[in-house]
């Protein structure tokens, strides 16, 4: 099965759509990587489905954090409001219910934490005003490449 995840990209993306997995473009993970044995466009159906009606999410900056098994990737937290804690779960359910397996559950539900990575090139500051109003959908192995990254599409809220 293909690994993916949806984020709100906040800077332009390489126009290949591909880039290195040590070079993300700036972004606020929506939907942790997870493993779903389904066609990227049925992926992307189900979730435009599921976010129908949903509005854009307001989000602010909030303090840095560092994450990882070995505590060493500096994050920004994002604070965790409604919106943005319902647009989550929303998509976390609508992939469980379609057997999604998450490499990392206990990041997910409810012990989600909105978070923008600190990328090489750019960081969210705290008290960054940040719009959630798109997904974009990544394949996290892009041609069988651990390495590397590809954007799928991307899918907007207008609610």
Partial sequence: MQKYVFVKLLEEPPKSGVFDMKNWPLHVTVVPRFAIDMDENKILELVGKAVEGIPPANAVAADDEMFGANHDLRVTLLDMSSALKNLHNELYSQLLDHEAIFDEPQYCGDNY??????????????????????????DMFHEQDIRQRRIIDMIQLNG
């Fill in 113 to 138: 934490r909105a978070h923008a990575t600190v990328q090489k090139s750019g960081r969210t500051k705290k008290g960054d005003k940040i719009l959630i109003d798109e997904l974009t959908l990544i």
